[in-house]
Every structure is written in C-alpha cells, then in structure tokens.
C-alpha cells in the first residue's frame, strides 16, 4: 500500500498524540501507586508484593542495633564494613564494589574450573633474614577475594587483641596482619596483632601435621622458615590481594564464655589487598583448618548467622542457639565438584510475585550453586536470570515505575526520584526438600542513589558456571548451618 504525503503527517502527528497520551498514562498509573501504595495488595491480587519506604533502601547515617539476638555464649556481632554500625566507615563506592564482586565469582569460577599458575612470594625479599621464608603463590586463582563485607570482632591472644575481621563462608584459613609486619602490613583500623606480647601464642612446625593440611585449604604448598621450622602459609585471592606469613596457633575469644585454645592461625607477615581497614579474614568454609571444623568438638559443626542491613546489627553465632524456630526451612547441604570448601545448595526454581518463573530444573542442577556469605549480588545461569529480569520488568512496569540507566553488573534498574515508598515483586526461591524462602524486602534491590535502584541480582557468563546466593539475598534471614546434620535452613526476620 502506497503511503501518500498527507497520511504519512497524519501518522506523524498521530504518533505524537499517542506518546503524550502514552506519558500521562505512565504518570497517571505512577501517581496511583505512589499514592495508594497500601491498597496495591489488594487492587493486584494476583501478585505479592512488599512495599518498602525508600529511605530504608539507602544508606542510613545512624546505627540501630537490632534486638534480636542468639541465646549462645559463642555469639559475634556481624556489621556491614560500609554501614554506620562499624568502627571501619569503609566509604561505599558501588560501582567499585560490584567489580570486585565480579572478581571474587571469576575467581571462584577459575578456581572450581581448576586453572591455576605458580609464583614464589616471600615474606620479605628484599630482607635476608627472611629470603628463604617464601611459599609459592598462584599467580591466578587461588582462593576466593575478600570483598566480603561483613564484619565480626574477635579477641585473639593473651591479653588479647580486639580484631575486626571479614567473614566468609567461602574460606578457610583465618588471618591477621601480625608484628614486625616483616614485609609489608595494609592499613588497619585497630592495633595490629604482636605475638610477641602473648603468652598463649605458638609457631607451627613445618613437619606438623597441621602445616600439611594447608595446601588443600589454600591450594598453596606450606613454606619452611629456614631458622626455626616454622611452617609459612600463603593465600592468594582472586584479585591478586594475598597474605603471606607464619602459621600460628593462638587463644581465640568469642566472648568472655567462649574461648578457644590453641586455635591454628596465618600470623601475616606480607599483606596485600583490599581489605577495607579490617584486620584479616576468618575462614567458615569446610575444610579442616576452617574455624568451623576447628571448634568441631564443642560446637558440633553447627553455626548460623543474620546479615543485617547496613545500618542494623546481625550475628555469628557457633554452635546450636536454640532459637532454631519451626519456622525454619530446611534443604540439603550439597557438595560442589572440584570445590570442597565451598556449601552447596539446590535451587530448584524462582518466583516473582507469587508467579513461578519457567526455568528448567535441569538448568540449576546442571551448574550447582554455592551459597556465600562473601559474594554480593546473587548470580545465576543467563537462562534464568533472563526470565527472573523480564518477569520482575513486566511486573514493575504495570506498577508504573521508570527504568534507569544500568550500574555495573546490574541491569534491571529504576529511577525512584519522587517516590516514597515502593511496591516491589516479592522473591522467593525453592530449594531442594520442599523448602521454600521468601527473601526479605531488604534482600531484592541494591540502591545507589533514589535515581539508580537496582534489581540485585546478576547472570553467570554460562549456563555451565556454577551460581552463588549471595549475602544481599540473605539479608535478615536466619542462616543455619547444621554440616553434621546436612542441611542448611533459612528462618524469616533473623535480625
Ligand atoms: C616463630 O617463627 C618466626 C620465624 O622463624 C620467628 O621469627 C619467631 O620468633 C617465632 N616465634 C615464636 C614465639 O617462637
């Protein structure tokens, strides 16, 4: 059909009519569920909804301490390393966040894909004294970054030392930076670790069996100081930040009820990294020299903890705390090839509002999934991200919220300016056992600013690479680790 001159600017003004009428629409329906944000329940019944105040998802300036807290003598606080509740006030930069968040999951992926190359560090070259104490580093991979960002604070040593260290279920060797700093110490917030001002601290041997078992829990062969035996660990991560030192053994204290001998250590002499002002790391994952199996004996390979949100207060609890409710939902703990530190879960699908997204089983069981406290935006196979995105678009669509430009690694993004509160798609996945978890209405967007509100969740590059539930996405939740019991359960509102 041929287009003459005079219908073409009939189209032409038509099209204009049309978009106007278009815009107030959107504004329209924006305006409503702006304005009738407690009704939007009800007006959509088919759909789950939270509706959340705005300044809740951005940065508070204040702490509020939650009053949740474990019945359990061995009972750590855990505190964002951004938020108002640490003694670090680490600046939040996000896009510099989410990147190294990408860096710990290639990281992981080129760690379970098993590719790794080898370099020698020392704990001071350019020392003779410490020359020949080196251990040899993988150039790649390694262990897992410690972006992490959840903080606890434990006492080590005799007097002790207050130490705030990163947590991470993803790792297992605990460290410190420790006196004289041989090498090269990062800058800490608090007093760095002298073991020669302790009384209960004590050098590994080489020839120890101790000392063996760091090279399936680093994937680094043990060094030997040339002096005294000592036994030298080494632990890269995957952005090329590592710590090297003397493999110790120290008073832990978790709290005044809670103390723990002679617990195996990385007394760090050469450290690099971003560490975000924290003292070091203590490792949860499964390995043997994990805190986890080093308390096994009196805490039964049992921990749980909250992560709050940035201004609140969660906790690290080892052991049983007895406030495990019936509430929670249990599924079992599954092992990841070529991955024995890590904790397996199995996903077995997602919804959105109430709506179960159709993504094949087969396409989670195929790639595994880790949950992580130390990773931060939850990645999944390209195929279900795909239908989890789209989904969670057309839903915030029909509410009438405007999309935003993307931020790093998310792509699902609204501009929120105006707005104060939000009706957002409820999410909740399905593991294997029949458990089902709502996630918290804190643990589905990632906020940067009122303009860039993001849905906080990522894809792998490949079906194939194993997926990570990440700690925005166990926010509040109650997390238990019951390893001897094989299962991992998840209880609403934990903190
Ligand atoms: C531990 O070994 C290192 C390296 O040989 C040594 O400098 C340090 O004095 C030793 N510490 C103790 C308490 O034996």
Same mark, same amino acid.
């Given at each position: 059909m041929a287009l003459t001159i005079s219908s073409a600017s009939f189209l032409i003004s038509s099209f204009f009519i049309s978009l106007c009428l278009f815009f107030s629409l959107e504004k329209g329906l924006a305006l409503q569920a702006k304005q009738t944000h407690e009704s939007t329940q009800s007006h959509r019944s088919q759909l789950r909804t939270y509706t959340v105040q705005l300044t809740s998802l951005l940065p508070a300036s204040s702490c509020s301490p939650s009053s949740i807290v474990p019945n359990n003598e061995a009972t750590l606080k855990v505190v964002h390393k951004h938020g108002p509740c640490s003694q670090l006030q680490a600046k939040p930069d996000h896009a510099q966040i989410l990147q190294q968040d990408q860096t710990r999951v290639n990281s992981i992926h080129s760690r379970l894909s098993g590719k790794s190359v080898a370099a020698t560090a020392a704990i /001071?070259? !350019?020392n003779p004294r410490y020359q020949k104490d080196s251990t040899t580093l993988p150039a790649k991979s390694g262990a897992v970054v410690s972006s992490g960002n959840y903080i606890v604070t434990v006492g080590l040593g005799t007097p002790k030392t207050d130490l705030s260290l990163i947590f991470d279920t993803g790792s297992d060797i605990t460290w410190t930076q420790c006196k004289p700093c041989a090498k090269s110490c990062y800058n800490q917030k608090e007093t760095i670790f002298d073991p020669? =001002?302790? +009384? &209960?601290y004590a050098n590994v041997s080489c020839n120890s069996a101790e000392c063996s078992q760091l090279k399936s829990a680093t994937g680094i062969t043990p060094g030997c100081s040339s002096g005294t035996s000592t036994c030298i660990y080494g632990i890269q991560y995957g952005d090329q930040s590592f710590s090297v030192g003397y493999f110790g053994k120290e008073r832990l204290t978790l709290s005044s009820s809670a103390v723990i001998e002679n617990v195996l250590f990385g007394c760090g002499q050469n450290n690099q990294g971003l560490?975000?002002?924290?003292a070091g790391l203590l490792g949860l994952g499964?390995? =043997?020299?994990?805190i986890v199996e080093q308390t096994a004996q009196k805490y039964n390979r049992y921990f749980s903890y909250c992560l709050p949100s940035s201004s609140s207060t969660g906790y690290l609890t080892l052991g049983k705390d007895g406030r495990a409710s019936r509430s929670v939902k249990y599924t079992p703990l599954t092992t990841i090839p070529n991955g024995a530190s890590f904790y397996g879960l199995q996903v077995l699908g997602i919804s959105v509002g109430g709506k179960t997204l159709s993504i094949s089983a087969s396409i989670f069981q195929s790639a595994g999934t880790i949950i992580d406290s130390g990773t931060v935006i939850t990645r999944l196979p390209p195929t279900a991200y795909g239908a989890l995105s789209s989904e969670f678009q057309k839903q915030m669509s029909s509410l009438g919220y405007p999309k935003a430009s993307a931020l790093s690694i998310l /792509? +699902?993004? @609204? !501009?929120? &300016?105006? @707005?104060r509160s939000v009706t957002i798609p409820t999410i909740s996945f399905s593991f294997g056992g029949g458990a089902t978890v709502d996630l918290d209405s804190t643990g589905i967007l990632y906020a940067s600013k009122i303009s860039q509100v993001c849905l906080a969740f990522a894809a792998n590059g490949d079906d194939g690479d194993v997926a990570l539930f990440g700690n925005v996405q166990q926010k509040r939740l109650q997390v238990i680790y019951d390893i001897g019991g094989g299962k991992i359960g998840f209880g609403r509102g934990g903190c």
């Open positions: /001071d070259d !350019d020669s =001002k302790s +009384t &209960s560490f975000g002002g924290s499964r390995n =043997k020299l994990s /792509d +699902t993004c @609204y !501009d929120l &300016s105006g @707005y």
